[in-house]
Structure formats: structure tokens, C-alpha cells
């Protein structure tokens, strides 16, 4: 008979034990940095470096080639009161956000629900509509600037059913909803292909027990489509919203801001004052203010979200 | 062992970082970075516009020609299309490795004058005498009395139409007295069965207005300064405006046409004249749908006067070898080169040593045509923010084409941007 020893388990010394874990987790911890290393080396160099310089810049006036001098806030200040291209811009810029966000988020909805429900041909169609957002965006607004040309296919269409067509990129009054109209073609192939994906998690069964119990389209899709999809259609929101305040390429290829400064947004102000204009640090407090802008949009729609998002599945 | 494998991931992890870096190296790096800006290599290449085949086949013309002398010299082209070179030629230039030799307008010498080194010391050196080349070219490179380009063309715009559709319509070609009544009759008279009197693109120099402007005496820089509110000359660009929106002589042009759209439509027969430097005449000559003459710019008294914007040579300020680029000018700039360039593309020569070898390749009309250009012709004087000025013009400008707004609310909203 073998007589094992009484064991006294406070009497256990902890630390052998312990210290290959605290050894093996020190050393996943540098294994850790090491991988993230190139990562926050090049957030560090790309995004951090640049908006700290940019803060900079913002509060000196340089001219590119020369000396900066600095000026304190009198950029911002001349931004806000003696500026009124900068109004204008920003409220071309608003108007192009709403009426894009909105449209966009209306179509995509209506078109990736429609394609949901054909069948066999829902992805030929989404395939269809996501070209336009894979294709170069230069090469869109190229070709949309000639469609949109007074000879253009568009007038050359209408002049077909004797309709004299406008001066789609060179009206004021139209050239705005022209750049919204270019920019939807181009953009809701994206939105389509996420709220389709959202669309396609939502259980079959749920609709099925819902028209079951009498409810009509318009209720299933009120209480129960809309409710489930609202996380996809609020990350849909947020990113479309952002990326329309940044607008660039549509009015740069199109109009180049105008007629007179119709279709100007503040991305391409900014770029015309820092790069054509010569004007650097002026350039750099309109990236800021739109930085702020964005910033505090996208805070407010998350603050916002728990009103109409629904997380619980 | 627990040991071990972390010491494995480890090494897997360097190597992974020194890939992510090795790569991310790579993928920056480009020739030209790697040459830097003091090296051999940015002296032998030039920042220039290059917006169309015409005008890569101009600059190679200037390297083939200086080939004959030294068949090793070499250039390398780089640069975006001509109204982006303004924008980007700053950037380009801040950036390492940019290309010693940047090319320049006379007019926008001002406004490049940060960038471009004096060369008076280097062309003293060389033997250089300004008194050779037109004094309105010396003059337009000439900033804060330092040299700052070499020019190699004396531009003056003219009016290219189409003798073809003139004969058709029954008209004379356009004098050397050419007034604007005649201009709008003519104009008038070949707009028809879907032809236009004139193409019009909507930029500010490369367009009709200042043209015209200075053919009546009107200039938009007065002692340095922007003067574009002045009465005169804003009733000179209201006369432009109007030959879309008043005479119906022309198509309104879009903001965003490049200076192509209106070349295309003059040379496709679509339009019977347009405005243009004479760096277009071998494309105009050869390639449009009937025969091209030069004409003068139409004036109120008949009088020819043109406004003279032609190009040089000038050497990045950052450059850390300006003597070899500046050799390199020299071989570019030759009477010969420039001869030879003139005579293949219509190229004004700014020496008059190259006026023979142009002159040569062209009807005896259209040289009598620039030659009383060249003689009447001022310099075209801009400001330090003339991109700006340029910009926004072509931005307003499409509104005053289509009469909704005058010359003068669009010139007091460019001027007043500009300030």
C-alpha cells in the first residue's frame, strides 16, 4: 500500500507555475506589437503625422514655395466672415449630401428588395448595378460629361421626341441635380449589394409566419424588414452620408464648381486654395472645419441610432 | 516548448514586418525618386504640358533636333495636360526628384517665379545675348529684372479659318486689316446648316477674350496688378460673350472643355475659325477637313495687334545641378533646334537667326500674317495669382457665354476672388 503524503495546497508555491504564463504572455504581448507594428507605423506616418501637420498649416499663411508666416486663427476667421464663396460651397455641399443620402438610401432599398425577390435574376441585376462602382470614377464623370453635352446622347435623345433639351452641366439651376444624378448611378450599386446581404439574413420563416397571421406587405416590411436590416441601413447611412460630404471628382470633371460656383464643394475649394491658389494654410482650415463637420454628424447619427437601429435579432 | 513557440512567431513576425516593409518600399519608390533631385538624371528631364499627341511630337521634335549636333544628348518627358500643368508644377516640383528643366509661358513667368532660378549668371556665362531673341519674350521672362526662362517661340495668337468654307459662303479671306464689323459679318454668314463662324473653348488666355481685348489696346494687367474691371476691357469680353448669346456666331462652350473641344469642332468642319497660338498650326494645316489660313486677331479699327504668350526654358530653384541643365537648355535652344522645330510644328522662333528655316515650310500669306503679328504684337503680363484668375474665369465664364450673367458681374466676381 503506498502511502500518499498529505498535501497542503496553500503551502503550493504559485510561482512556477505562474511564470511561464506571465513569461509566454509578455511574449505574446511583443508578438502582439510586432504584428500591429506595420500597421501603426503606417497609421502613424499617414494619418496621424498629416493631421497633426495639417492642424499646423491651418494657422500659418504659405504660399507652397516661400516662408509660411503665421496668421493664428485668421484663416478660420476669414472662412466664417469674410468668405462667401465658403458659404455657398457649404451649403452646395449640404444640398448634395441630403439629396444623395437620401435618394441613394431610397433606390438602393427599393432596387436590393425588388432583386431580392425575382428570383433567378437577382444576381445577373446585382452584378448589373455594382459595375458602376467598380469602374474608375474619372472614367464615369468622362463619359457622363459627354452624355450630359448640349449635343450629347441625352439631348440627341429628347431632340428624337422633339423635346429641345437643357443645358444639363452648364444651368445653374441644373447642374447641381445633374453631378446627384451621375453620382447615384454611380453610387448605389454598393448600397444595393450590402442591404441585399442584410436582406438575405433576415429569416424567410418570420415572413412566412407574419403573412400567415394576415399581415399585408406593407406591415411585414414595417415590422418586421425595417427592424431587421436597420444595423445594415445604418452603416449604409453613415458611410454615404460621409463619403458625400467628400464629393470631389463629379464637379471637378464636370462642371470644374461652376457655373459660377453652382456646383463648388468644399472638397474642391479646398483643393483649388491649396493647389491652384496657392493658398496652403487656407486649404488646411477647410479640411479641419470639414473634418469637424463629419465628425459631428456621425456622432449625432450614433448618438441617434438607439431611436430606430435594432441589434436584437 | 511553450517557450519555443512564441520564439517562432517571433522570427515569423520580423520576417512578415521586414515583407510589409520591403513591399511598402518598393511600392513607393519610383527611377525618378531614387535619382533625387541633384542627381545627373533630373537634369536631363523636364516638367512640361503634355496634353495631346501634338504636343508630345513638339517636345520630341526639340530632343530630335538637338540630336543632329550630339547624338547622345537625351530628355526625359514628364507632365500632366496644359491646364493642369499650372496647378501640378508646384507639387511636382516640391516633391524629391523633380526634373531640373520646367517649362514656362512668358505671361506666367510671375507666377512661377518662386520655383524658377535667376539665370543671368549662367546665361552670361554661355555667351547669352537677350538682345538676340523678341524683346516681348525677354521681357515676359523677365521678373524682379532676373531672367528666369529661356525662350524658345514668340507666340502671337491669330485666327485660324477655314478657306474652304469661306469660298463656299461666297466670302474674302480676312485681311491683314481685319476689323470686327467684317469678323461678325463673315462670322454670320458661315453659320449655317450646322456650321458655326467660330469654336469657342471657355478658358480666359487660351480663349477669344483677352485676344480681342488686345487688339483694341486693352490689357488686363496694368502696372502689375489685375485690371480685368476696367470698362474697356470688360466691354471687350462682353463683345466675346456675345458672339454666342447676341450674334448666335457660336456654340456656348461647357466649363469643363478642355481647349480641345473647340480645336475639334474647327478642324471636324463644324466651325469655320477659331482662335489659337501658332503652336497649332502644323495640327490645324494638316489635319483639319479643308484648307487652314492665319489671319490676324479682328480689331474696332483694322488695326493688327496680337497678344504675344510664347514658352521657355527655365531650371527648377530646387535643382542641385543647374549648370547641366542649363547645358541642356542651350542644345534645346539653338537657332537650329528652334529652326527645326518651327519649320515641323509652326513654332514661332523667338531668334530671328530661325525665322528663315520656319518661314520656309509655310505659304508666303500666313508668314506675312504672324510676321506683322510679331511686329504689332505685346506681351501678354499677368500676376503672381494668375491661375486663380484663369480658373475661375473658365469656372464663371460659361454663364456670361450663355447671357445669363454680364462680362462685368463675372470679371468683378473673378477679380474680387483673386484679390
Keep these: ?313 | 516548448m511553450s517557450r519555443n513557440l512564441p520564439a517562432g512567431r517571433t522570427v515569423s513576425a520580423i520576417a512578415f514586418s521586414a515583407v510589409a516593409a520591403l513591399t511598402l518600399a518598393g511600392c513607393g519608390s519610383s527611377g525618378a525618386a531614387a535619382s533625387g533631385p541633384g542627381a545627373s538624371s533630373a537634369a536631363s528631364a523636364m516638367y512640361t504640358w503634355i496634353s495631346n499627341e501634338n504636343d508630345r511630337s513638339q517636345w520630341q521634335s526639340f530632343i530630335d533636333a538637338a540630336k543632329k549636333t550630339d547624338p547622345g544628348f537625351n530628355l526625359t518627358l514628364e507632365g500632366p495636360s496644359f491646364p493642369d500643368y499650372w496647378t501640378k508644377v508646384k507639387t511636382r516640383e516640391a516633391s524629391p526628384g523633380a526634373p531640373c528643366i520646367i517649362t514656362t509661358q512668358g505671361a506666367r513667368a510671375q507666377e512661377l517665379k518662386d520655383l524658377l532660378a535667376p539665370l543671368d549668371d549662367l546665361a552670361k556665362k554661355n555667351n547669352i545675348d537677350p538682345s538676340k531673341y523678341n524683346q516681348a519674350m525677354i521681357q515676359g521672362m523677365t521678373v524682379d529684372g532676373k531672367l528666369r526662362a529661356i525662350p524658345y517661340d514668340a507666340a502671337p495668337f491669330v485666327l485660324y479659318y477655314n478657306k474652304d468654307l469661306f469660298q463656299a459662303a461666297g466670302l474674302k479671306y480676312p485681311t491683314e486689316n481685319y476689323t470686327r464689323a467684317q469678323f461678325i459679318s463673315d462670322a454670320k454668314a458661315l453659320t449655317k446648316n450646322g456650321v458655326y463662324g467660330l469654336s469657342l473653348p471657355p478658358q480666359f488666355v487660351n480663349g477669344p477674350a483677352p485676344a480681342l481685348a488686345f487688339a483694341d489696346g486693352h490689357y488686363p494687367v496694368k502696372d502689375g496688378n489685375l485690371d480685368i474691371t476696367n470698362p474697356d476691357f470688360v466691354k471687350d469680353v462682353q463683345f466675346t460673350f456675345d458672339l454666342v448669346n447676341k450674334e448666335h456666331v457660336a456654340q456656348a462652350p461647357q466649363a469643363s472643355d478642355v481647349v480641345d473641344v473647340s480645336q475639334q469642332q474647327f478642324m471636324s468642319g463644324q466651325a469655320a475659325m477659331t482662335f489659337g497660338g501658332p503652336w497649332m498650326y502644323q495640327t490645324f494645316t494638316t489635319k483639319t477637313k479643308g484648307t487652314v489660313g492665319v489671319a490676324v486677331i479682328p480689331s474696332t479699327s483694322g488695326n493688327p495687334i496680337s497678344m504675344i504668350q510664347g514658352s521657355g526654358f527655365g531650371i527648377a530653384a530646387s535643382c542641385q545641378d543647374k549648370e547641366a541643365a542649363f547645358a541642356n537648355i542651350m542644345k534645346i535652344t539653338t537657332a537650329d533646334v528652334i529652326g527645326a522645330v518651327g519649320a515641323g510644328h509652326g513654332n514661332v522662333p523667338t531668334l530671328q537667326a530661325a525665322m528663315k528655316a520656319w518661314a520656309g515650310t509655310k505659304p508666303a500669306a500666313d508668314v506675312s500674317t504672324i510676321e506683322t503679328l510679331l511686329k504689332n504684337g505685346k506681351p501678354l503680363q499677368t500676376t503672381k495669382n494668375w491661375n486663380q484668375v484663369e480658373t475661375l474665369f473658365t469656372q464663371y465664364s460659361v454663364e456670361g457665354f450663355r447671357g445669363t450673367k454680364s462680362a462685368e458681374t463675372i470679371l468683378n466676381s473673378v477679380a474680387n476672388s483673386a484679390k
Design chain 1, 1 to 313: 500500500m503506498i502511502v500518499l503524503p498529505e498535501v497542503n495546497s496553500e503551502a503550493m508555491p504559485a510561482a512556477p507555475a505562474a511564470a511561464p504564463e506571465r513569461i509566454q504572455g509578455r511574449a505574446q504581448g511583443r508578438l502582439a506589437a510586432l504584428y500591429l507594428a506595420p500597421g501603426m507605423l503606417g497609421f502613424l506616418i499617414f494619418i496621424i503625422i498629416p493631421l497633426v501637420s495639417s492642424l499646423a498649416i491651418s494657422l500659418y499663411k504659405w504660399p507652397l514655395f516661400g516662408d509660411p508666416e503665421f496668421v493664428g486663427f485668421d484663416n478660420y476667421a476669414s472662412l466664417f466672415s469674410s468668405d462667401p464663396v465658403f458659404w455657398t460651397v457649404l451649403g452646395n455641399t449640404l444640398v448634395f449630401a441630403v439629396c444623395y443620402t437620401v435618394l441613394n438610401l431610397g433606390i438602393s432599398l427599393g432596387l436590393a428588395t425588388w432583386l431580392h425577390h425575382i428570383g433567378k435574376w437577382g444576381p445577373f441585376f446585382r452584378v448589373l448595378f455594382f459595375i458602376p462602382v467598380v469602374t474608375p470614377m474619372t472614367a464615369n464623370a468622362l463619359v457622363w460629361r459627354l452624355m450630359l453635352s448640349d449635343n450629347g446622347v441625352v439631348n440627341s435623345g429628347l431632340a428624337g421626341v422633339g423635346i429641345h433639351g437643357p443645358s444639363w452641366l452648364s444651368d445653374s439651376n441644373l447642374a447641381m441635380a445633374s453631378l446627384i444624378a451621375m453620382s447615384l448611378w454611380q453610387g448605389i450599386g454598393y448600397n444595393i449589394f450590402v442591404l441585399g446581404a442584410g436582406l438575405s439574413n433576415i429569416s424567410p420563416g418570420l415572413l412566412e409566419a407574419a403573412t400567415i397571421d394576415g399581415a399585408g406587405p406593407w406591415q411585414r416590411f414595417y415590422r418586421i424588414v425595417f427592424p431587421m436590416l436597420s444595423p445594415t441601413l445604418f452603416f449604409c447611412t453613415v458611410m454615404t452620408i460621409i463619403g458625400s460630404f467628400k464629393v470631389f471628382t463629379q464637379p471637378y470633371l464636370l462642371t470644374l464648381g461652376g457655373p459660377g460656383e453652382s456646383t463648388n464643394t468644399i472638397v474642391l475649394y479646398l483643393y483649388r486654395n491649396g493647389f491652384s491658389f496657392d493658398k496652403m494654410g487656407y486649404a488646411s482650415s477647410l479640411a479641419w472645419i470639414l473634418f469637424v463637420i463629419v465628425m459631428l454628424i456621425t456622432a449625432l447619427q450614433f448618438s441617434q441610432q438607439k431611436r430606430w437601429v435594432n441589434y436584437d435579432n
